[in-house]
């Protein structure tokens, strides 16, 4: 950990000296506003002043480290970021090679009642399976019926998806129960897994691969930038 954070100490100091090389100036309107935004986070100025003293800072310290961060963000923009293309065949070509990435599982929308007494759950489950209407039957018990909708796969407890996902359309669940709770559940809607058209991923797809180039960019940049560099640490 420590190794990394020195690393990174050394390639703020490499990015700002360039920065300053570059003769990157910074808008102190956007420095002030900065300022102001924090300032606004405390309810009072003397709050905002005891927080900095806290750290062991005063006011010019965070304005000097706020003006630090837009310079360092100013020449990265200026030197990767503003040059980064990508090419729709680069999103044609991501999209084809991570196409199952690009499906919407199957959906499901429930309506549930819940109970933590075993009796009152089974006598729920029998009025509904005389063809009780849902949410009468839990106003009859004093209950609330709650709706809900899941997708398979990633957020049910694995013994309440085993339960629902194998329902049909309008099916009433006998009362399942989950640690100390009974659920019943009827199934309201199913909603089928489907594939994305390249067009409804694209977005995502650019912002992942503009992401990626980002990275990679920088990290060469860097790395020049390292190589022309003289580097002390000192241990005292």
Do not use: M, W
């Given at each position: 950990m420590k190794a990394d954070l020195l690393d990174k100490l050394i390639e703020d100091r490499i990015i700002l000296q360039e920065a300053k090389k570059n003769k990157v100036l910074v808008d102190e309107n956007?420095?002030?506003?900065?300022?102001?935004?924090?300032?606004?986070?405390?309810?009072?100025?003397?709050?905002?002043?005891?927080?900095?003293?806290?750290?062991?800072?005063?006011?010019?310290?965070?304005?000097?480290?706020?003006?630090e961060q837009l310079l360092m963000y100013s020449i990265i923009e200026a030197k990767i970021k503003s040059k980064i293309v990508i090419r729709p065949s680069e999103v044609t070509e991501f999209y084809?090679?991570?196409?199952?990435?690009?499906?919407?599982?199957?959906?499901?929308?429930?309506?549930?009642?819940?109970?933590?007494?075993?009796d009152l759950a089974?006598?729920?489950?029998?009025?509904?399976?005389?063809?009780?209407?849902?949410l009468e039957t839990a106003k009859k018990y004093s209950l609330d019926?709650?709706?809900?909708?899941?997708?398979?796969?990633?957020?049910?407890?694995?013994?309440l998806e085993g339960v629902i996902f194998k329902m049909n359309l309008a099916e009433i669940s006998e009362p399942l129960?989950?640690?100390?709770?009974?659920?019943?559940?009827?199934?309201?809607?199913?909603?089928?897994?489907?594939?994305?058209?390249?067009?409804?991923?694209?977005d995502k797809i650019q912002e992942f691969v503009f992401n990626k180039k980002m990275q990679e960019d920088l990290l060469l940049w860097l790395n020049e930038l390292?190589?022309?560099?003289?580097?002390?640490?000192s241990t005292d």
């Open positions: 956007r420095v002030k506003a900065k300022i102001d935004e924090i300032k606004g986070r405390y309810g009072r100025e003397a709050e905002f002043q005891a927080a900095l003293v806290q750290q062991g800072l005063v006011q010019a310290d965070l304005e000097l480290r706020l003006r084809e090679k991570n196409i199952e990435e690009f499906k919407t599982p199957e959906e499901r929308e429930f309506e549930s009642i819940t109970t933590k007494d075993k089974q006598k729920i489950y029998d009025d509904l399976k005389k063809g009780g209407d849902f019926a709650k709706s809900f909708n899941a997708k398979k796969g990633s957020e049910l407890k694995e013994e129960k989950i640690e100390d709770t009974f659920h019943i559940f009827k199934l309201t809607k199913i909603i089928p897994f489907r594939q994305k058209s390249l067009t409804e991923a694209q390292k190589k022309n560099a003289y580097i002390k640490i």
